[in-house]
């Protein structure tokens, strides 16, 4: 799970982060922060998760090897620029087009999510746009996981909408 607050001053970030880690232990869910590796230290998440042209071997230097490590990237110079030393997964956006992010495109598509699977060495995330009718065909499409904002916060019956793509996930085509 991935906090993206980043307009939250640092001391409310923490304070979020400390609730979220309170509810989420129980599940054994990993947290990490998008931001700054400094501010991932501070508020004791599991990772943190870069913005493009973000610097993961300065992350992984400051977080260590257990911390989960990933970076936002847009095209396929990004992807093949990615390195299994520093980074644990980048997530490649936006697949479909999104209500979250209008205007932020032109999309992937699941040619160009194939694309991005088949040059980066590290796994991928597909990102923008999936719910839980299209999370299957991003996994067919070679993405190791998929994130999702909108889809949940959005659905009607949100619970409902998780579990579905936790079904998507774990029911993997072959």
């Known amino acids: 799970m991935g906090l ?19 509810a989420t232990t129980p599940f054994g869910a990993r947290l990490t922060l998008h931001g700054s590796p400094e501010l991932a230290l501070a508020a004791g998440v599991d990772g943190v998760h870069l913005s493009g042209g973000g610097d993961a071997k300065a992350a992984r230097a400051h977080l260590g ?29 936006p697949v479909f087009l999104t209500r979250s992010k209008p205007g932020h495109g032109p999309a ?26 299209t999370a299957a065909t991003c ?5 190791r996981g998929v994130a999702v904002m909108g889809g949940v916060m959005r659905a009607d019956h949100p619970e409902s909408e ?3 793509l936790i079904a998507a996930m774990v029911e993997r085509p072959t």
């Not at 993206?4 to 880690?21: M, V």
């Not at 257990?66 to 980048?90: F, K, Q, R, V, W």
């Not at 996994?139 to 993405?143: F, M, P």
């Open 4 to 22: 993206r607050e980043k307009d939250l001053p640092a001391a409310e970030q923490i304070a979020l982060f400390a609730r979220l880690r309170a």
């Open 65 to 93: 090897p257990g911390a989960l490590i990933g970076l936002s990237t847009h095209t396929l110079a990004e992807a093949a620029a990615a390195d299994p030393a520093a980074l644990d997964y980048i997530t490649a956006s």
């Open 108 to 133: 992937l598509g699941l040619e160009g999510l194939s694309a991005f699977a088949r040059t980066s060495a590290v796994p991928v995330v597909a990102l923008a746009g999936i719910d839980s009718a």
């Open 139 to 143: 996994i067919a499409a070679g993405a």
């Open 162 to 164: 998780v579990i579905s």
